[in-house]
């Protein structure tokens, strides 16, 4: 019978990993997941992938996973031929595993950090789903976190500058890793991600407000009032411009969009 395998996994602080992308005019990317437990995942997996005991189809699978944990092809391509040539030291670990912290498929986008009133800060977990965010891919999520933090005897995200320690059997080992790699390539099916909407977010204030390139693009800003994720029973307030009138908007008709305390003027060509 094989040995247990121990796995020690060194986890760097928040600020020396963290990537907050920006999409879309200035939306920033929220992480479903506390950023330290996206790096344990991919680093989990990867120290598996690399064994000489590991089934071909574990590997494959596994490094298919964390290759779409990453955000561009360069790295993904970088990532195979690493695995390929073996992974031997705690800094190339930690290397590759930092590219997978920001999932394209791992978070949201929305207003900027100190904007936001709900924001969980300190590397805490995204507690409400996004209205528009699929409900499958939320649970995929979840299940990577319940996972891994089952596998380390985690009840929360692993501490900055502490080993993350886990010891199974080499089977028990492959079986989380075919687990944990299923779940990913199950997020990664979901291509539009990730997205904004502005309908998913409200102004504390309970003002309406609007976002029209036709005009200008009238994004909240830090000195407006504060959002946070909207909830079912709340009302949509973002103003969507498809929801107006065409006969209206084809003849120029004026639309007030109320945002702080400006008009906005819709001047439309016509048809």
């Known amino acids: 019978m094989a040995d247990p395998i121990t796995l020690t996994i060194p986890i760097p602080a928040t600020s020396s990993i963290r990537a907050t992308p920006r999409f879309n005019r200035g939306w920033v990317y929220h992480h479903v997941l506390p950023v330290r437990t996206?790096?344990?995942?991919a680093q989990t997996v990867l120290r598996i992938?690399?064994?000489?005991d590991c089934p071909?189809?574990?590997r494959t699978a596994g490094v298919d996973g964390v290759a779409s944990m990453m955000q561009h092809g360069a790295n993904r391509d970088r990532l195979r031929l690493a695995v390929t040539e073996g992974i031997a030291d705690d800094a190339t670990f930690a290397?590759?595993?930092k590219l997978c912290t920001t999932p394209p498929w791992g978070g949201f986008l929305g207003p900027r950090e100190s904007q936001r009133a709900d924001d969980p800060r300190d590397d805490g977990r995204e507690p409400r789903r996004p209205l528009?965010?699929?409900?499958?891919?939320?649970e995929d999520i979840g299940a990577l976190r319940s996972t891994v933090w089952g596998v380390f005897g985690l009840s929360s995200a692993p501490e900055a500058h502490v080993d993350a320690v886990a010891t199974q059997g080499v089977d028990a080992w492959h079986?989380?890793?075919?687990?944990?790699?299923?779940r990913l390539l199950a997020a990664a099916a979901?291509?539009?991600?990730?997205?904004?909407d502005h309908a998913d977010w409200i102004r504390?204030?309970?003002?309406?407000?609007?976002?029209?390139p036709a005009v200008r693009v009238a994004q909240p800003r830090v000195t407006g009032a504060p959002m946070r994720l909207r909830q079912a029973h709340e009302p949509v307030r973002y103003l969507d411009p498809r929801r107006y009138d065409a006969a209206a908007l084809r003849h120029r008709a004026p639309v007030y969009l109320a945002r702080h305390d400006l008009a906005w003027h819709l001047a439309t060509p016509e048809a």
């Open 190 to 196: 979901l291509q539009d991600w990730p997205r904004h």
């Open 49 to 52: 992938v690399v064994r000489p």
């Open 175 to 182: 079986q989380t890793v075919a687990h944990v790699a299923g």
């Open 38 to 41: 996206y790096y344990l995942i």
């Open 204 to 212: 504390l204030d309970d003002r309406e407000w609007t976002a029209l």
């Open 56 to 58: 071909a189809a574990v």
């Open 132 to 138: 528009t965010f699929p409900r499958t891919l939320w």
């Open 95 to 97: 290397t590759q595993a």
